[in-house]
Structures are given as C-alpha cells and as structure tokens.
C-alpha cells in the first residue's frame, strides 16, 4: 500500500491533472500544480464539455468508468460552483447514438444494452420517435440509442472554475515549465524546472496528456504507451432553435450549447503534435452534420484543434511507473474531460487511503 504522501507535485494544468489537485488539495494534501501555460489551454478547454458515458471502443468497462465519473461529476459540481464563483454553463442534455443503416443500428443497440447494464437511462428508439424529439433527423435515421444521462459544459469555464477552486482548497499554482525529475536512488525528490529551480515533493502526478510519453522517454526507464493525437472541431451558430437532442454519428458529437453555440466534432487526425484546423476538417465536420441533420441550418462562427493523447485500445491509464518510487501517470485517450472526475477521485483514494479501486486493474502499465 502506497504511504499518504507528504506533498505532491502536479504536471499538467489540463482538467485530468486540475481536479486530481483538487481532490487531494480537499483531503488535506500539499499540492503544487505546475502548468507551462494556463489552465486548460490545451485540449481540454477546446473540448465538447461532454461527460457523456459511451461503450464504443472498449465496451462493458468503458460503460462503468463512464457511469462513475457522471455521478462524480454531479456529486463535485456544486463545490466546484461555490468555490470558484463561475457559471459553467452546465446543463443535463439526452444523446442520440444514431444509426443510418444496419450496420450502425446494430452497434448502437448493442451499446443500449452495455449502458443499461452499467445503470444509465439508455435505450434504443426508432427513426420515427427520433424525428419526434429532433425534427432536423435525416429521414435515413434508421434509430438510435437514447442516452438520458449525461451532462454538457462549456469546457474552458469548468476548467478555469477547478483551477480557481483547487487554489482556494490550497493548491499552489505555478506557472513554469517541468523539464525532469529529481531523485534519490529510485525515489522521486521533486520536479526540475526550466529556470534551474526545484520544486521538492515526495510524490509527482504526470497528468501532462499528450506529452507525457514524450517526456516519460527522458525521465522515465518505461515510457508510458501515448502517443499524440490532432482534434479538429467547429463552433457553429444555428439559425433555428437549439437542437432538441444532441446527437453522435460516426465519430462527431454535435450538441447545442448554453450560450446557444452548437458544437461539432471532433476530427482525429495522426498528426503528432501538429494541431492546427484545417479545411478538410472544416469540410468533414460539415458533411456529417449536414448529412445527419440535414434541416439544421448553419453558419460556421470559428473552427479550432488541439492535441490530445491516444492511449492503446483507448483505455485510460492511472498507474504507478516502477521501478521509480513516488511516480504515477494519469492519462486519458480522447475522452479525458468526460473520465477526468472519476480519475481523480480513483487518484486521491489510492494517495491518500491506499485504496485500489477495482477499476486500477485495467488502467495500470505493463
């Protein structure tokens, strides 16, 4: 069993590595959370704001980590609110999981079952009942899964209400960049920054998304298996009514926002570390929002990306790195603002309390 740490040093600002010191700053753990930019610069404050439980790529536990981090998500939200002062624009939202043919209706009714099973309010509906709710459907909608739980944010405010709260909680903030990791012998001293300074602590958290395997090459014996992954997205303003459902389709989601905005994607793109939008994203993007909803009429208000992590079989990773002693990875694929609740809280219980969820088992490193 791990031993509660003294103080820990967080790498990563985005919304994995934000709540995971704000969990522990809660427990009554010394946090330092180091970020080269600001809160949520990167993917995280470019994402959806979807915490929206699926089962498309790695199934039955896909659904329960999913289900779990909702329920967190809704259990933290007020705090997070209260301590922070911001609105994040939150609302609950019900998901289409779309079909067009059979093909796609027979994995989305399958994925119905999964998300029942894990406790969610899912269930499949046909075309017609689907038109009902969204009028905009293609008359191709063969049907689709209705996911009744899930809730939708804008990402950017959550992110900065985090930092905001995760700082009145005790978390020191620093704005700087991590450059390697102090050690004696096998044990982690503290954290290396740019300028020369140190930061000392007796445990770091690499939440650093798509670089953390980059760096865990030059500071770590086992590279985590990540590798970096360009999202393209659109802000779309419609010129009717908000979308009465939000819907997923062959690998965009497309949901109405509260400051009335629709969000559209994303478009994955192996580019490495090169994120940048481009006209064929803009042009993939719209083809699918157009061909499922073509009665949506829309103009396109800015078009954005960011690097995300991929990480093998999209399996979130939470995981001691040995031989090192005092150094965990949290990482996400490209889902880590819907998983980041569940994550930290899975963080805070193993640091603090020594508990290993059951979920662990599935996320640590070879």
């Known amino acids: 069993m791990p031993r509660k740490p003294g103080s820990v040093v967080v790498v990563g600002g985005g919304v994995v590595g934000c709540f995971i010191a704000y969990r522990l700053a809660v427990e009554g753990v010394a946090v330092t959370l180091v970020e080269r930019d600001t809160p949520g610069a990167g993917a ?30 809704r259990h933290f939200l007020p705090d997070i609110k209260a301590a922070s002062g911001i609105d994040m624009q939150d609302q609950e939202v019900q998901y289409l999981y779309a079909a067009m043919n059979e093909d796609e209706a027979r994995q989305v009714r399958n994925q119905a079952e999964t998300l029942h099973k894990a406790g969610l309010k899912a269930h499949w509906i046909e075309g017609a009942d689907a038109r009902k709710i969204e009028p905009r459907l293609s008359s ?13 944010m804008d990402a950017q405010r959550f992110v900065s209400a985090l930092a905001d709260s995760a700082k009145a909680s005790g978390v020191q ?33 690499l939440a650093m998304g798509a670089w953390v395997g980059t760096v865990g090459s030059e500071w770590l014996r086992t ?7 360009s999202l393209q997205k659109l802000h779309l303003s419609p010129k009717g009514s908000a979308l009465k459902c939000a ?9 109405s926002r509260v400051d009335g905005l629709i969000h559209a994607g994303s478009k994955h793109d192996p580019t490495g570390f090169e994120a940048n939008p481009t006209q ?6 719209l083809d699918r929002v157009n061909t499922i909803l073509p009665g949506l009429d829309v103009e396109v208000v800015d078009a954005q990306a960011a690097c995300a992590a991929l990480t093998p079989g999209k399996t979130p990773i939470l995981s001691p790195v040995e031989p090192l002693d005092g150094v965990y ?33 599935r996320m640590r490193l070879a």
């Open 173 to 205: 903030m620093l704005q700087a960049e991590v450059i390697g990791l102090q050690r004696d012998s096998n044990r982690v001293t503290g954290a290396l920054l740019r300028d020369g300074s140190e930061v000392s602590c007796d445990t770091v958290v």
């Open 280 to 285: 064929e994203g803009r042009a993939w993007i």
């Open 44 to 73: 995280s404050g470019t994402a959806a704001g979807n915490v929206q439980p699926t089962a498309d790529s790695y199934g039955e536990f896909e659904a329960a980590i999913g289900a779990e981090s909702l329920r967190l998500f």
């Open 223 to 229: 590279p985590p298996p990540t590798q970096p992954y």
């Open 140 to 152: 191709d909608v063969l049907g689709g899964t209705l996911l009744r739980d899930c809730v939708q």
């Open 329 to 361: 990875v949290a990482s996400t694929a490209t889902d880590g603002f819907h998983l980041s609740a569940v994550i930290a809280n899975m963080a805070a219980e193993l640091l603090v309390r020594g508990k290993n969820h059951h979920f662990l088992a």
């Open 247 to 255: 819907v997923n389709w062959r690998g965009i989601n497309i949901v």
